[in-house]
């Protein structure tokens, strides 16, 4: 995890020596980022729109085979591989997106170490003097910056931006009604993202509805355990973002600030791969 932190620290610092600024560069570098990770959203949009396609005939296959277990298995891998489909197609964009979050974590809160590569020993210097002074939070490197920045150009960092000071920590600064802004920006991007994506898991699923020729599961059928993954699914969905709110909470403002504009970009990404999907099967139709 770290290599990936300091792999992105090379990139973002070479931002921040462009704009002098960091949050412009945490911005910039939240774009490339999500342009890099173009093909496997893409995929990922793909294989939940496959696996809502073959949600009816898996739930055939479990209706007709459910006292066969060993039956049933064999189906559910038959189909799988007549659809070119993988079960954990899912698993590795949400490996993918941890990965990624865990990275740009470390990035952010240390950034003398991942992004100026400062020499160990002069941070470890610093965090003596701290020490000593009684001034060390969880965050050493971010203290050493507003400290110690301003007489030592190696771990000068601006981070102010738009009025905003990007090195504050929410939980250290309850009485700051400053530090609330970002982490605000991204809750309403998270809640827009989950209500666009439900809209066109809704869409996907009226579509579907009004080609079965109103074949359904009868009331008193169990559900199915793609119903049930589909369900977890949706837990996740709404657990992510809390979760993610906690840690912005804690975390130094930069994070929030990364979190909220890849919201921004996945919403723009999610219409525009949906519209272009959409235009596609249009004219496949056609």
Known sequence: MGAISSLFGYLLNALYTV??????????????????????????????????????????????????????????????????????AGCFSSIIQLVIILSVFWL??????????????????????????????????????????????????NMDF?????????SSNLNDWRVYIIPLLYVISSVASIKLTNSFNKKKKDNKKAITDGKELQPQEEPSELEAMEAMNKNMMYMMPLMSVFIAFIAPLG????????????????????????????????
Not at 31 to 36: K, V
Not at 162 to 170: A, C, H, I, Q
């Open 19 to 88: 704009f002098n600024n960091y949050g412009i560069a945490i911005i910039v570098f939240s774009i490339i980022l999500r342009i890099i990770l173009i093909p496997i959203t893409v995929k990922q949009q793909k294989s939940l729109k496959k696996s809502a396609e073959l949600q009816e005939e898996m739930k055939e296959i479990q209706r007709k085979y459910k006292n066969n277990p060993e039956k049933l298995n064999q189906e559910t891998i038959d189909l799988y591989k007549r659809e070119k489909m993988s079960p954990f």
């Open 108 to 157: 952010v809160s240390q950034p003398l170490t991942y992004m100026k590569k400062i020499d160990t020993n002069v941070i470890n210097d610093y965090k003596t003097q701290l020490q000593q002074e009684g001034n060390q939070s969880g965050y050493a490197e971010i203290e050493i910056i507003n400290k110690y920045g301003a007489q030592d150009e190696r771990v000068r960092l």
């Open 255 to 286: 994070l929030a600030l990364y979190w909220f504009m890849s919201n921004v970009l996945m919403i723009i990404e999610k219409i525009i791969i949906e519209l272009v999907m959409k235009h596609k099967e249009e004219k496949a139709n056609a």
């Open 162 to 170: 738009l009025g905003l000071d990007l090195s504050k920590v929410p």
